[in-house]
């Protein structure tokens, strides 16, 4: 998932490396498990991966977190950008971002970084204090 202030793009890829979602979300809680429930009905545990954890991506986390079908984990920014590197075009869109978030998942999990829930509490305190 690539999140951003505005709202996120959700892309799924199921082990095969074919897009079963790729649409637009809102950070809504209700549309956040929608979607999750939805692709673990259809494809059994989800790996939610953000690129970016703190205040914007804590909301998707915490839907993952709550379900106990879903796991989290982050791809770090500077991974991200080597990452999309390798992939076909230049122009960054939340869209091909999200793409190539859930494929590095699938394809490259050790690239991936557990999400500790202190480092969670902390950023949902700096937000709530809005402190960067």
């Not at 799924?12 to 979300?25: H, M």
């Not at 920014?77 to 091909?96: F, S």
Request: one cysteine or more.
């Amino acid at each position: 998932m690539d999140v951003g202030k505005d709202g996120h793009h959700a892309t799924a890829v199921n082990r095969a490396g074919k897009k079963v979602f790729d649409k637009p979300l809102p950070n809504s809680d209700p549309k956040l498990r929608e979607l999750s429930e939805r692709l673990r009905a259809r494809h059994g545990t989800v790996l939610v991966v953000l690129d970016h954890p703190a205040f914007i991506g804590v909301l998707p986390l915490a839907v993952a977190r709550d379900d106990a079908g879903c796991q989290g984990g982050r791809l770090p920014g500077p991974t991200m950008r080597w990452i999309a590197d390798l992939y076909h075009g230049e122009a960054r869109a939340a869209a091909r971002d999200a793409f190539i978030i859930a494929d590095a998942a699938r394809a490259m999990p050790h690239t991936l970084r557990t999400i500790d829930p202190a480092d969670e509490t902390a950023a949902e305190l700096a937000m709530i204090a809005r402190v960067p």
